[in-house]
């Protein structure tokens, strides 16, 4: 069974720049969400989508945006890229109906944005 | 808001050595707990989960927490450590069963010496 496929692994952008980053979720899991990793902040959570609906919001600014597509993929898109973006962003899926949010995380995508 | 707490940022820790990394939690309702790890150069990865029952719970390699609900904690445990354990650990709560949304503690980054 494929793991969570997160596309891209690495990325470099500039400040005001856009960046749109794909998650392909483990077959048969609904949920996808979205984290942010760093080292002074820890995982941060994003948003959470199921059924092509955000379910979950975290304390992000609006500048952060996701969405599912009927097959459960999901994208993220950061507009206005800031230095304080630069981050490991991870998305994991869950089969939610039962596992009661056991999260399967992918590698994650680098961006660094100078 | 839910919030959690690892008590170490940085453990280090000699070959057979015993590990205990302290993890607390702030919710007042019902919670599912996790321990997720995550090896040099792998992705995060489940290590183990209490939804209810047995409050002292193991999971792979050798891992057990113990769930305190009247101390709001859920320390990981294992009686002897090996150097491939150095990881970084991360201690969280899901308080909305079925749900992507986790909220992480900061981690815990353990060395094993050989």
């Known amino acids: 069974k494929a793991g969570v496929t997160q596309t891209p692994r690495y990325l470099i952008k500039t400040r005001g720049q856009q960046v749109t980053l794909s998650c392909s979720p483990i077959?048969?899991?609904?949920?996808v969400s979205w984290y942010q990793q760093t080292p002074g902040q820890g995982l941060q959570f994003l948003f959470e989508?199921?059924?092509?609906?955000?379910?979950n919001k975290g304390n992000f600014p609006g500048r952060f945006s996701g969405r599912q597509f009927s097959n459960s993929r999901s994208e993220m898109n950061v507009s206005t890229l800031e230095l304080g973006d630069s981050a490991l962003y991870l998305c994991?899926?869950?089969?939610?109906?039962?596992?009661?949010?056991?999260?399967?995380f992918g590698e994650g995508s680098r961006l660094t944005v100078l | 808001a839910q919030s959690v707490s690892q008590h170490n940022h940085h453990v280090i820790l000699s070959e057979a050595a015993s590990l205990e990394l302290g993890c607390n939690y702030s919710?007042?309702?019902?919670?599912?707990l996790f321990w997720y790890v995550q090896y040099p150069g792998q992705h995060l990865q489940l290590l183990l989960k209490?939804?209810?029952?047995?409050?002292l719970v193991k999971g792979i390699k050798g891992f057990e927490a113990e769930f305190i609900k009247s101390k709001f904690s859920f320390n990981l445990r294992k009686p002897s450590v090996q150097w491939s354990d150095t990881a970084e650990y991360f201690c969280?709560?899901?308080?909305?069963?079925?749900?992507?949304?986790?909220?992480f503690g900061d981690g815990t980054t353990l060395t094993v010496k050989p």
């Open positions: 994991a899926s869950s089969l939610v109906d039962r596992d009661a949010g056991e999260l399967f």
């Open positions: 077959s048969g899991h609904r949920s």
């Open positions: 989508y199921f059924s092509e609906t955000q379910r």
């Open positions: 919710y007042g309702g019902t919670v599912n």
């Open positions: 209490y939804f209810s029952g047995d409050p």
């Open positions: 969280a709560v899901n308080a909305q069963p079925n749900a992507g949304k986790s909220t």
